[in-house]
Nanobody, 117 residues
Framework: QVHLVESGGGLVQPGGSLTLSCAGSGLILGPYPLAWYRQAPGKERELVARIGRYRNTDYANFVEGRFTISRDNGKNAVELRMTSLQPGDTAVYYC???????????WGQGTQVTVSS
């Protein structure tokens, strides 16, 4: 079975940092563009950051230089390092291996990030 397994979510105070990780299980991530999305209660899922196969990156405007996406094909994983977290960053964060050529896309199960004092 194919899985994307996320980890690293949790509760953090405003101004704090978290690093989310996503590992492929039964799925080689190297050929895929990879992304992190988030969904807050009552809101639509939105793109946070994307990294292409050649490590070109894209970030949502709200990131404002606070987050860094990276990939390690040797570890078959993608990470999202988040700093200067604010309550507005509270959401479930999802890893996504994006559809590419004939390859179908895959979603992780999501990991909760809560920013609160």
């Amino acid at each position: 079975q194919v899985h994307l397994v996320e980890s690293g979510g949790g509760l953090v105070q405003p101004g704090g940092s978290l690093t989310l990780s996503c590992a492929g299980s039964g799925l080689i991530l190297g050929p895929y563009p990879l992304a992190w999305y988030r969904q807050a209660p009552g809101k639509e899922r939105e793109l946070v950051a994307r990294i292409g196969r050649y490590r070109n990156t894209d970030y949502a405007n709200f990131v404002e230089g606070r987050f860094t996406i990276s990939r390690d094909n040797g570890k078959n994983a993608v990470e999202l390092r988040m700093t200067s977290l604010q309550p507005g960053d509270t959401a479930v964060y999802y890893c996504h291996a994006e559809p590419f050529n004939a390859l179908p896309g895959h979603w992780g199960q999501g990991t909760q990030v809560t920013v609160s004092s």
